[in-house]
């Protein structure tokens, strides 16, 4: 795999995750129970913050550092998700989807301008892109689908 291809993956899984919620009105977005007590709105500031942590993190893979764990800073991956579920439960959709925006935009271009080398390899660096892109909003595209699916009937 190439640059061009993992950036492909990750359009393609992108544009579907964005399908899955298109078309459902505010209220909709804001209803809770999509995954656990979490609302689409909750969902989207999800997939973002791991986007954000992406951020962080991707940079300090390409220089060859090693990021710290989330079990040793916030006690694993689900007490970081409960700590940022808390810290966004209050943000306005609006908000929510400015920031994926920026965000999701700030990611691809630093893809854009990564190394070539990064992706032809199961390096650390594509690992940790894998797991918060083209692995992660799969996972919550099929359960946005399922949801809307079972409000149908
Ligand atoms: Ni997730």
């Not at 940022?84 to 209050?90: C, G, H, I, L, V």
């Amino acid at each position: 795999m190439d640059g061009a291809a993992v950036i492909s993956k990750i359009e393609k899984a992108w544009s579907d995750f964005q399908s899955s919620y298109a078309g459902l009105s505010e209220s909709e977005m804001m209803m809770p129970g999509v995954t656990g007590e979490w609302s689409v709105r909750d969902i989207l500031a999800h997939v973002t913050w791991w986007e954000q942590e992406a951020l962080k993190y991707l940079p300090v893979l390409l220089a060859g550092g090693k990021p710290p764990r989330y079990s040793v800073m916030y006690g694993g991956l689900d007490a970081f998700n409960a700590l940022m579920t808390q810290k966004m439960k209050d943000v306005p959709l609006d908000k929510v989807l400015r920031e994926q925006k920026s965000t999701h935009a700030r990611l691809m271009k630093l893809l854009r301008e990564a190394p070539e080398g990064e992706f032809e390899r199961e390096t650390r660096f594509r690992r940790r892109l894998r797991f918060d892109t083209y692995h992660h909003y799969p996972v919550h595209t099929a359960a946005i689908l399922k949801w809307r699916e079972g409000r149908k009937t």
